[in-house]
């Protein structure tokens, strides 16, 4: 199983907290997606 790392700063980062709670999850299935290789041409 793969697996993607996320630190602790993604609570507190102001960029992602400028977003949205949708927003943050959709950017999290997107980091999930192209971990998988789901996103490649």
Do not use: H, V
């Amino acid at each position: 199983m793969k697996w993607l790392r996320l630190y602790y700063e993604f609570a507190t980062d102001p960029k992602i907290q400028s977003m949205d709670e949708t927003l943050q999850r959709r950017y999290i299935m997107l980091l999930c997606l192209k971990g998988n290789g789901d996103l490649e041409k």
